[in-house]
């Protein structure tokens, strides 16, 4: 196994790129499983998308498939929830990612899910776990490099629902403290931060329905050097902002203590590097296999607007397959 330790891990992605060899990683949530390879010795059961760049043909689904989920009873998700709105009126946190795991069956298997869910990135890890994600964490063109939180979801059909998302003071709040959160992750490794479109909605297939999501992008110059320097500059700016919440080392420190689980490579990262770009997504809509069963995870921001109704039903809508 490939997997690398967070020393080793970033200074292979930094010895590939400096070469300039086109690779793949992949980084758990709190770095401490790391996985690079160049792509000409990509092992045969990894596929990946990220937008135009893939590894694996297309294919149509040509059969019906079944989709199960037992989230959480509420009352377990609200007690999570009070205790992160306790450390909110304590100012150890503004704005924190709650997420829990769901056990989910279906009669496909990971690689037809992989297969056919539609999503702009995609991971498919020898029959480990899966990602669809519809959130690009950093992307370069040249020496810039650019970023674009993700924070903020409803669903398409309600009523007037794009004037109401971006009219919602809560939703406001969260998408701009992450939008601040990650300018300053970008002034960490680059300079000239600038936030060129702050919250435009796109729309995504979710299961039999649709949800907008509001994103902004944020870009900032790169030195030079930087393709030298790529596993350094990544583990600084990581985990991703929008999956933990602001400010990030103590709300992290709060995610350890009140999610009852291990986050793993859910919220870590993976990308391409294809010897002069970087292209890289965030591992949110994620499947994994624990002794055969499937257990899907998810999540959603909590601020001090959060009504534990509409969150939990967030954490829920956010359990799909986008078939």
């Given at each position: 196994?490939?997997?690398?330790?967070?020393?080793?891990?970033?200074?292979?992605?930094?010895?590939?790129?400096?070469?300039?060899?086109?690779?793949?990683?992949?980084?758990?949530?709190?770095?401490?499983?790391?996985?690079?390879?160049?792509l000409a010795e990509l092992d045969s059961d990894i596929?990946?998308?990220?937008?135009?760049?893939?590894?694996?043909?297309?294919?149509?689904?040509?059969?019906?498939?079944t989709f199960s989920k037992s989230p959480v009873d509420f009352p377990i998700y609200q007690k999570a929830m009070e205790q992160i709105l306790e450390e909110i009126r304590s100012g150890n946190t503004y704005l924190l990612n709650l997420t829990?795991?769901?056990?989910?069956?279906?009669?496909?298997?990971?690689?037809?899910?992989?297969?056919?869910?539609?999503a702009k990135f995609k991971l498919y890890f020898k029959d480990e776990?899966?990602?669809?994600?519809?959130?690009?964490?950093?992307?370069?063109?040249g020496n810039t490099i650019a970023t674009y939180p993700m924070k903020g979801t409803?669903?398409?059909?309600?009523?007037?629902?794009?004037?109401?998302?971006?009219?919602?003071?809560?939703?406001?709040?969260?998408?701009?403290?992450?939008?601040?959160?990650?300018?300053?992750?970008?002034?960490?490794?680059?300079?000239d931060v600038k936030v060129e479109t702050f919250r435009y909605v796109d729309r995504i297939k979710a299961g039999n329905k649709e949800l907008l999501q509001v994103s902004s992008k944020i870009t900032a110059a790169l030195p030079e050097n930087w393709r030298d320097e790529l596993g350094t500059m990544l583990?600084?700016?990581?985990?991703?902002?929008?999956?933990?919440g602001t400010p990030k080392k103590s709300t992290m420190k709060i995610i350890e203590n009140v999610e009852n689980y291990e986050r793993g490579f859910y919220t870590g990262v993976f990308g391409i590097f294809d010897g002069e770009s970087l292209r890289s997504g965030v591992?949110?809509?994620?499947?994994?296999?624990?002794?055969?069963?499937?257990?899907?995870?998810?999540?959603?921001?909590i601020t001090i607007d959060s009504n534990a109704e509409s969150e939990y039903e967030e954490l829920i809508d956010k359990v799909y397959l986008p078939l």
């Open positions: 196994m490939h997997w690398y330790s967070t020393e080793d891990g970033f200074n292979t992605i930094n010895t590939l790129g400096a070469s300039r060899t086109p690779f793949l990683f992949i980084i758990s949530y709190d770095k401490t499983k790391i996985f690079a390879q160049p596929f990946y998308k990220l937008q135009d760049w893939r590894n694996y043909p297309v294919k149509k689904r040509e059969k019906a498939f829990f795991e769901t056990p989910v069956k279906s009669d496909f298997t990971l690689k037809e899910i992989f297969t056919y869910a539609r776990f899966i990602c669809f994600s519809p959130e690009m964490f950093v992307e370069t063109e409803i669903d398409a059909d309600l009523p007037n629902a794009e004037e109401t998302i971006l009219a919602n003071k809560k939703e406001m709040a969260e998408h701009t403290m992450i939008v601040d959160l990650m300018r300053n992750d970008l002034g960490i490794i680059g300079t583990e600084k700016i990581l985990p991703a902002g929008s999956i933990t591992m949110i809509r994620f499947i994994e296999k624990e002794e055969n069963a499937l257990i899907y995870k998810s999540g959603g921001g």
